[in-house]
């Protein structure tokens, strides 16, 4: 969510119970501007919190003048002082996946991958390297996978330009109230991947100057898909809650140009989504 | 025609103003010609649509118009839009009324409902005497509670916190409540749950459980009534054999007031929207949820489908949740409840008080050591209830049926302790390398005001605070306890294996007559043998 909006923003999300102190917020007021300013950001996100046995991270991002390019990603342990992660590459989301459990709180712990996956850790050993993965990758990788799954955007919120870059539509005035309660509405914000499946008729009604992302009509599980809709506030807020990475909350206030989301959870997939629904 | 200029010599449009010089004039000289040409060229302009009605001109105008009005940055980037929001605007005015009328419900009446929480009553001020004579106040002091836990960054908005507030003193004006307590809200996938925790007083439960005395007679004569009539109809035709299968016997569920069943829980999707009473709790239902994971919806009469099939909807296993998110995650400070002196510690008790020379331990030795924290409810055995019971205690009915050597077949059924009541957490087991709790201060800014917050590993979602002499627990998500592992369903049962093969009942081609005297025969050959064979004997003797 916009560093700009952050209090508002939160209360919208706050109904699932999560959300800052009035420390923590203070804190984020005072140096996400910072953060803009020293990094060159155009925009500046907060991302949300991944909690640790023993502490917890919390995530910003920053957005350059192409909307859709690779962000950076920033963490910190008491929203003061912020390192930049490196991007995430194949090989690290790879090995996330295997690692499975909460997150330690600690940066610099170290999972041992001989125990969790002996083929992998043989592979690093080959390739001179330690047979470990370091929380911080984790981290990395982890909030990858989290954008790249349930990052989410109102339909008709971006445009994209004919040169390809990805900008905010000025023109966004909201989502109606009909429109805001289907799942076709909203978009996944990454590389779209099944947008040349659809069939003709389907992509004869698509404006690709608004209609370039994959919508989340087609998640699996198909039918009942992995999304809550709910109208919080007596209809005046659209939330949707992510039941594969649970604490993940999108709002919108329809009608209106506000919508953002923010992870507030523990870093875990939940794999048990088919046996819950 | 002579748009630019004039200029002066020294400006590269020199000369440009002056008729025949300007770069558009080289088209059509003749000026009667160029007259009837831009008149032609207005009336392309003015032509209305065959499709919409408009006409380009118009939309020129008005598309010009509004942005000599507005005067964007980057006009030219964004016209396309700018062309489109014209158009939309010509409909707007011609469907007005209808999308108003669609429009209107939902929101409204929602803001119609939270508004009704803050009339008051007109019987407000006799409900004030009231409470003075009761004693202490029956409602729970919600925005205190939400003000600690946002120093831990947990809770609702404050206008949702406020409105909850409100929905509890509808709820204690309805039901006669004798304490009550937000315990938390619980989220679904079409609408979430917030749950209170509240215990009635003490006239008004022994009525419902008359109510519900009175249910269960009356549905067993009808039974009774129903086994005569089938009873008659049977002994008409004869009857297939009964399968000897005996269910085990059904764990009765705990007495109210005691155990899972200590307090009643009411929920409502929504303040505002009316609170409806959950039914207590069936060790089955305990038993069956610990082994399913389902997501709630919101409603509660949904089915839960799921395997091994749980007895009961939505609103069962919304309770049998509740029940083992407190008996897991309610703690208080240590010392904070003690067991009365009159009761013995070994029956396992299951009540408490307030200790009154309790005295509240330092926020950093709250934070720094598990010990300092206890669980005030008890835990739920692997039976499904609080307190063992033997199952293999039949009531006299049965007994007079002639079962007892049945009863001495049955295996021996271990009894079951739990930790007793006021156990410290440091004794809960963690999950591999994940502690059952993790403790935290919330600010080290500023130690001197901060407080202690726990959160539960085991139950996600699960806070408690600690202050000074308050404390309270609250549980905010989805209802379900964490697992390293997967959730693997139960497999279903083998299938039912055929009856041996047995000689008895294999078969077999009866012997014909031919095989039959041969085999006759055969005999009374060897007997011949054998008669010959002991002559022999006796004549070798």
Redesign the interface.
């Known amino acids: 969510m916009e560093a700009l909006s952050l209090p508002a923003a939160l209360?919208?999300v706050?109904?699932?119970?999560?959300?800052?102190?009035?420390?923590?917020r203070a804190a984020l007021g005072a140096s996400l501007p910072l953060l803009q300013r020293d990094y060159r950001f155009e925009r500046v996100w907060f991302w949300g919190c991944i909690?640790g046995?023993?502490g917890a991270y919390y995530i910003a991002q920053g957005l350059g003048p192409d909307r859709a390019a690779p962000r950076s990603r920033l963490y910190s342990l008491n929203c003061l002082d912020w390192s930049l992660l490196t991007p995430a590459t194949e090989e690290m989301l790879a090995l996330a996946e295997e690692v499975?459990?909460?997150f330690q709180g600690d940066p610099s712990f170290e999972y041992s991958l001989a125990e969790i996956n002996p083929e992998a850790a043989a592979r690093l050993v080959q390739s001179g390297k330690e047979p470990v993965m370091k929380e911080e990758a984790r981290l990395i990788a982890t909030i990858e996978q989290i954008d790249r799954a349930v990052g989410i955007v109102p339909r008709g919120a971006f445009v994209k330009t004919p040169l390809g870059s990805v900008h905010e539509?000025?023109?966004f005035e909201g989502l109606s109230?009909a429109e805001a309660k289907k799942l076709s509405s909203y978009f996944h914000f990454t590389e779209p991947t099944n947008l040349k499946n659809k069939t003709l008729l389907e992509k004869a009604d698509l404006d690709p100057s608004t209609d370039f992302l994959n919508s989340l009509e087609h998640d699996i599980p198909h039918g009942k898909g992995s999304w809550?809709i709910?109208?919080e506030?007596?209809?005046?807020v659209v939330v949707l809650?992510s039941?594969l990475w649970?604490g993940l909350t999108f709002y919108h206030v329809p009608m209106t140009k506000q919508f953002g989301y923010v992870y507030f959870g523990?870093g875990e997939k939940n794999?048990?989504l088919p046996?819950?629904? | 025609e002579g748009g630019h200029g004039p200029y002066q010599p020294h400006e590269p449009g020199y000369g440009l103003d002056q008729p025949g010089y300007s770069p558009y004039e080289d088209e059509i000289p003749d000026a009667q010609a160029r007259m009837l040409a831009i008149k032609n060229a207005k009336a392309y302009l003015l032509k209305t649509s065959t499709k919409s009605g408009l006409n380009l001109y118009d939309h020129f105008a008005a598309i010009l118009t509004k942005i000599l009005d507005e005067q964007p940055a980057n006009t030219v980037d964004i016209i396309e839009t700018i062309s489109q929001d014209v158009k939309w605007a010509q409909f707007r005015k011609k469907m007005d009324t209808l999308r108003d009328e669609h429009l209107i419900p939902p929101t409204f009446e929602a803001a119609e409902k939270c508004k009704a929480l803050f009339i008051k009553e007109a019987g407000e001020e006799e409900h004030e005497e009231l409470d003075e004579e009761m004693g202490e106040p029956a409602l729970p002091n919600v925005m205190e509670t939400a003000f600690y836990f946002e120093q831990a960054g947990i809770g609702l908005s404050k206008d949702e916190c406020y409105y909850i507030f409100l929905a509890f003193k509808n709820l204690i004006s309805v039901q006669p409540i004798q304490t009550c307590r937000f315990w938390g809200k619980i989220l679904g996938l079409e609408m979430n749950y917030i749950i209170a925790e509240v215990q009635l007083r003490e006239g008004e439960e022994e009525e419902e459980r008359e109510e519900e005395e009175e249910e269960t007679v009356a549905e067993e004569e009808k039974e009774m009534g129903e086994g005569e009539e089938e009873e008659e109809q049977k002994e008409k035709e004869p009857e297939p054999p009964k399968s000897a299968y005996k269910p085990p016997p059904e764990i009765p569920k705990e007495a109210n007031g005691t155990g899972t069943n200590k307090y009643v829980y009411f929920v409502c999707n929504e303040p505002g929207k009316p609170w409806v009473k959950l039914p207590p709790v069936t060790p089955a239902q305990i038993v069956c949820a610990r082994q399913i994971k389902k997501f709630f919806t919101g409603r509660l009469d949904a089915p839960i489908v799921s395997f091994p099939p749980f007895p009961g909807n939505e609103a069962n296993y919304l309770r049998a949740q509740i029940a083992r998110i407190s008996a897991g995650t309610h703690v208080s400070p240590t010392g904070f409840y003690q067991f009365p002196e009159d009761e013995e510690e070994e029956e396992g008790g299951d009540t408490y008080e307030e200790n009154p020379e309790f005295e509240p331990p330092p926020v950093a030795e709250m934070v720094e050591s598990l010990a300092m924290w206890a669980h005030h409810v008890k835990g739920i055995l692997k039976q499904g209830r609080c307190v063992w019971i033997n199952p293999a205690q039949k009531s006299e009915e049965d007994e007079e049926e002639g079962e007892e050597e049945e009863e001495e077949e049955e295996e021996e059924h271990q009894e079951e302790t739990g930790q007793p009541l006021l156990t410290l957490i440091s004794e809960d087991e963690g999950m591999k390398n994940i502690p059952a709790w993790t403790a935290q201060a919330s600010t080290n800014l500023i130690p001197e005001y901060s407080i202690a917050i726990l959160q539960s590993n085991r139950w996600p979602g699960a806070y408690a605070f600690a202050s000074g002499r308050k404390f309270e627990n609250i549980y905010f998500g989805w209802g379900h306890k964490y697992s390293p592992e997967s959730h693997t369903p139960a497999l279903p049962p083998p299938a039912e294996a055929e009856f041996p093969s047995e000689p008895g009942i294999t078969e077999a081609a009866d012997p014909t007559v031919e095989e039959e005297l041969a085999f006759k025969a055969a005999q009374e050959e060897a007997l011949a043998e054998a008669e010959e064979e002991e002559e022999e004997e006796g004549e070798d003797d």
């Open positions: 209360s919208l706050a109904g699932g119970g999560a959300g800052l102190s009035p420390e923590l909690q046995v023993r499975k459990g909460r539509n000025r023109h109230l809550s709910q109208l506030k007596g209809g005046s809650r039941l649970l523990t794999l048990d046996f819950m629904l």
